[in-house]
């Protein structure tokens, strides 16, 4: 299982009790030792390393065995298209559940391209498939943008060629922005606008510059894995399978 595979290369064993001293009904730690344990095909199986994580492992697979949804479809991480069903899927879950917290948001763009790992496959949805396709812990993050960091990040996602957004539509010429609509309204180029990102994207990650001065910022407090999580969940509850589409959101000429 890949979850554990750091520990099959190397342990370290922090803090291993050397000596306990009896103090009435109490024992107190006088000495600590640390050493490494590496883990390689040249050492021999040992039981009791085996014995000490193979509880976890073996509740951590049925947690991530644990089916949480279905798909319709396959959604297949393709970054060589201005739209995806991955994309469209993932950003419109979480701007879905970004509105629980703040229903003023004008549009999402939750992740880069690179930020989405994996494919998430047709039928099943595993809770493995949620942590593979977003193994980071990134936060959901709104942000109130100026203007020109608006037509900013509207700019990276054109000269990027598309990006995972939810809430936008936008043509693609000579790698600039066209005919671009917001919330289902045209672009106002005057106007601040309410953004859901995640803070790795904030913070610069891919090279994205357009939150390092916003006018106002707002922790949801949620892990983006978390709310895909609860996305899914929910629809499965209400007896919904998941099934993107294609919108022409971000096309290119």
């Given amino acids: 299982m890949q979850y554990i595979q750091p520990l099959r290369k190397y342990l370290a064993l922090t803090a291993i009790p050397f000596f306990l001293i009896s103090c009435g009904s109490h024992y107190k730690l006088v000495k600590s030792n640390r050493a490494e344990y590496k883990m ?14 193979l509880p976890y492992k073996i509740k951590m697979e049925q947690e991530m065995n644990t089916v949480i949804g279905h798909s319709e479809v396959l959604m297949s991480k393709n970054d060589k ?7 469209n899927f993932f950003s419109d879950a979480l701007l879905h ?38 193994p ?15 037509q900013n990040l509207l700019n990276f996602i054109a000269r990027t060629g598309g990006q995972p957004v939810a809430g936008l539509r936008m043509k693609i010429v000579n790698d600039q922005p066209t005919e671009v609509m917001i919330n289902g309204k045209p672009y106002d180029p005057a106007r601040n606008y309410k953004i859901l990102t995640s803070d790795y994207v904030a913070e610069g990650g891919d090279n994205v510059q357009s939150f390092k001065k916003p006018i106002e910022k707002k ?3 949620v892990r983006m894995r978390d709310a895909l999580i609860t996305y899914i969940k929910e629809n499965e ?6 099934n993107p589409k294609l919108d022409g959101r971000i096309t290119k000429n």
């Fill in 81 to 87: 298209v201005p739209e995806n069903l991955l994309r």
């Fill in 40 to 53: 390689n095909n040249e050492r021999a199986v040992d039981s009791t390393l085996i014995k000490t994580y």
């Fill in 219 to 221: 922790i949801v407090g």
């Fill in 97 to 134: 559940e970004a509105l629980k917290y703040d229903p003023t948001i004008d549009f999402a763009m939750p992740s880069t391209n690179g930020g989405l790992r994996v494919d998430i496959p047709k039928g099943e949805v595993k809770m493995a498939n949620i942590f593979e396709v977003m």
């Fill in 237 to 242: 509850a209400a007896g919904k399978t998941i």
């Fill in 136 to 150: 980071f812990e990134n936060e959901m993050v709104i942000f109130t943008l100026a203007p020109s960091d608006v």
